[in-house]
């Protein structure tokens, strides 16, 4: 993600959004100028705080895994600065590499990884992204996308569009696509209410789209946003980095392991039979927004139908949507205390 940017047509929007905060009050005229310049000074005041990006992050390209047989799988990971993971200072630390790594221990397979994330990257980026992809002939994809639309306030429909085509297009070459819907906005410590309730609506309204989009195009969705939210308000010394904006290497590597269980699955690590209707099925549009109030969800297609899925991570046991799997109460997968996050997700120093 990169900083806070208003055109005149935000303005505008932020004006409309004034005006309908000064219907709730009854008080219309005086509010909505009140509202609208409220918003703006805070825009302006997130803009001055958080620092533009200063050097790209380290790319973690490569192979790892390489002790291990077999023909590499090829992952390639698009998106923003949460996809690049922008603020950490180690190859290992970042998104992919600690995807690439877990993937290739739990498969013992290599994986190599090619990192085309680009920092401050919104939607309309991603063809281009997947243009460079496909020179690659993915086996899987990850992508990280949308927080940068919610503080551009682009145009939902077209970011909703351009990541649809993305996984389309990678779906057409037989090319697995996973989706980290767009990040809770409004956990970000240097944006105020009631700016920050808007960006929070907006990070849920796109993340709700774009998981209809993806598993249209046949790609799955994880929502991360009030997960990684709720985590963040609550330690935002711990998960956020030194600009208070990016996460940091905890927040990452937490966003990762969010991640992970939905990657092995779409690489046919993933046993289980689909539930009955009543614990998971959906049409998409309720699986979508029910995947938005219940963080760490994932999506999926089931004919015309959308499975959702909370799967295990940081030691929860498996679960169906919302209910504990038989098989689960006695499957203990826990994190010890005091073993970090990138732990969970799958590296190790041996690795690196």
């Known amino acids: 993600m990169s900083t806070i940017s208003f055109t005149a047509e935000d303005r505008r929007r932020i004006k409309l959004a004034g005006q309908v905060l000064g219907g709730v009050t009854g008080a219309l005229a ?61 190859p290992r630390e970042t998104p992919g590499a600690l995807l690439a790594t877990g993937v290739s221990r739990r498969l013992r397979r290599p994986v190599r990884l090619h990192r085309l994330a680009v920092v401050g990257s919104m939607s309309s980026g991603l063809p ?75 990070s849920r309204d796109l993340a709700a789209a774009q998981t209809v989009a993806v598993v249209e195009a046949g790609g799955r969705t994880v929502s991360i946003g ?20 990016h996460p940091s290497v905890e927040g990452y590597a937490r966003a990762a392991a969010v991640v992970m269980p939905t990657l092995m699955a779409v690489l046919g690590e993933d046993d289980r039979t689909v539930p009955p209707a009543a614990d998971g099925v959906r049409n998409l549009q309720e699986a979508a927004q029910e995947a938005v109030q219940a963080p760490g969800t994932e999506v999926s297609a089931a004919g015309r139908w959308a499975v959702l899925r909370r799967h295990p991570w940081f030691g929860e046991p498996r679960t169906w949507f919302g209910h504990r799997s038989a098989s689960s109460a006695t499957a203990t997968e826990a994190v010890p205390s005091g073993r970090s996050a990138s732990s969970a997700v799958g590296w190790t120093p041996e690795d690196h």
């Not at 490569?62 to 603020?87: E, N």
């Not at 697995?176 to 240097?190: F, L, S």
């Not at 997960?227 to 904006?245: H, I, N, Q, T, Y």
């Open 30 to 90: 005086t509010v909505t100028a009140v509202s609208a310049g409220l918003l703006l000074r805070q825009a302006a005041e997130a803009r001055r705080i958080i620092p533009m990006a200063e050097a790209p992050p380290p790319r973690g390209d490569g192979l790892y895994g390489a002790k291990f047989g077999g023909p590499p799988i090829s992952m390639v990971i698009l998106g923003d600065s949460t996809a690049a993971g922008y603020g950490v200072h180690r």
């Open 128 to 202: 281009y992204q997947v243009d460079n992809a496909l020179e690659y002939r993915p086996d899987v994809a990850v992508i990280f996308i949308g927080g940068n639309d919610v503080t551009h306030v682009s145009d939902r429909s077209g970011a909703v569009r351009h990541l649809g085509e993305a996984v389309r297009r990678l779906r057409e070459v037989g090319c697995k696509v996973v989706v980290g819907t767009c990040p809770d906005v409004g956990a970000i410590q240097p944006i105020k209410p009631p700016l920050r309730w808007l960006a929070r609506k907006w």
């Open 226 to 245: 009030g997960l990684l939210g709720k985590m963040f308000e609550a330690d935002p010394v711990r998960m956020f980095g030194s600009d208070r904006f």
